[in-house]
């Protein structure tokens, strides 16, 4: 230490000190955004209009719900087996067609193998638009327009895959190495022909995985879409919920926790095997 | 055949010459499990398809009720259920980031023993496993359902996300600068702040903001099944049919839901990178950009707007 200090020893202070550069100014900026989101946090939660009060007085009232939420009512089983099964029937159809559906539109979705600009823009808009609108809407328009029951399910379910796979797979294609499709047109390949031989066995194994990926969202999105009629598990919370069956709604709710708990696991071994 | 020099037909004769494909019993297997799983799924289901059949029909027939035109009157209304359901977002979300963020600290290998560390993750992995609805759902029973409910409800399932990806982030933090802040003497606390905190931070930021998005998809929703915002006007006016209303909420939500994206990105973005870069902008750059160079060489207009790769 001292023999570092010793050149300059006329400076009783750490050498190059002063040589430092001094820190950039970042502290009003920080002060402005700061501020803004204190503010909207503030505009938030006059609007939600923050109460604890009346939660505190639903709760005291509430501790004979909590007590048969918590002894779930396991001879209600039976009875929600048809239930169950529908809803993994509505996942699985919905996962079936939306992902065939949306392996064509995903190509029709890349820069990559889709030169048509106008087109492009046109499927990619359509597809923003449809992808931005929640299953549970879905499901409560189509109830209205097909009538209660697992039909609206699974076609508001297909709505929500085509949004998330054409999104992911066209992506996915976006980032293929484009060596072998140019290879293949320069063959004198049709695009068709370049984009089945070139590009899909690039993004095969992500459209597999996703679609897994897509299947496990579709499990959970089923059970809350019958909430507003659309079947499955959905519709039997909705119904032991207007009776207040607090011990049954629990079991209900114990059975989605384990199902999407196993899909969950099944998926990520899967997932995992694929990426490798 | 290797004696005909044409370019014409070389694929049939190759055919035999190339080494067979290995039979893959294990993948043929689980295609057919697969196929099996959806017929038995399609077969069992108690759908009638046949309804599909006027399906097309009745569908324009709604699409044109909705928006041929929508209530364009309703927008002042629309757009301050929006504004309430934007509200419950982002309280709930900043709710769940107060209370994740200590707690994904505390998940954090190397930061906390393992009798803290895995009870945390399973409360995040099960909160992760219930649908957001059902939470609110599970609150509604307990305490009512208004848009404060609605706002816990979104902080309670943000915390199993935002706990999940916190103590990830934090996990990937490069060992330097923590092993540094130890040798030199810093406490736990310390080691997180200045060894932890200053590599996650731009992640974990951008994390905090993405989880925004999804809340704010999360309390339209919330508001179908009553908790009030956009979704509760909306399952109203589906409820009594006034489907021009409908319409106009439909777009108010599409639209909203595409604005808080496109901003968040880009704050994302910026966070991320340090630069800002706003869609639009860098869209249309990039179009000029493209003219400018065909401009200059317009014999490559083919090639460039097929693929840019050709060398």
Redesign the interface.
Known sequence: MSAVAAPGASAARLPGAGARPSRPRRWPARVVVLAVLVAITAWSWVAVDVDLAVIAHNFSNAQNTLVQLFQPDYSFFGETLQPLLETIQMAVIGTAVGCAVSLPLSFLASRATNPNGPLLGFVRTVMNVVRSIPDLLYASIFVTVVGTGALSGVLSLFLFNLGIMVKLISEALDGVDRGGQEAALASGATWLQADRAAMLPEVAPQYVSQTIYVLELNIRASTVIGLVGAGGLGMLIDRVRTFYQYHYLSLVILEILVLVLLLELLSSAVRKRLVR | MSAAPTLVAPGRATTQDRPRKPANVTRKALWLVVVA??VA??W??????G??WD?PG??WH?LGLMFLPPAWSKLPDALSAT??S???A??GT?LGVVISFPLSLLATRGLAPVAVRWPLRAVF??LR???E??IA??M?????L??????LAIAIGSVGTLGKWGYEAFEAVDGGATEAATAAGASRAQVMRWGVWPNAAPEVLAFWLYRFEISV?AS??LG??GAGGI?KM??DN??F?VWDV?GIL?IV??VV??LI?QISGTVRHRIITGRWEVPVVTALRRRSARAARLEASPSILEDD???G??G
């Not at chain 2, 208004?146 to 706002?151: K, L």
């Open positions: 799983v959806v799924a399609f069992g289901v108690d759908i009638s398809w309804a599909l399906m009745k569908l709604y504004m309430l934007v509200a419950m982002w309280f900043a992995a099960l496993a219930v649908p609805v059902v759902v599970l509604l029973s307990v305490t009512g208004t848009a404060f409910t609605g706002a998809r339209a929703i179908l099944i979704g909306l399952i589906i409820q049919r409908v439909m939500v599409v839901t595409m994206d707007s097929r693929s790769t050709v």
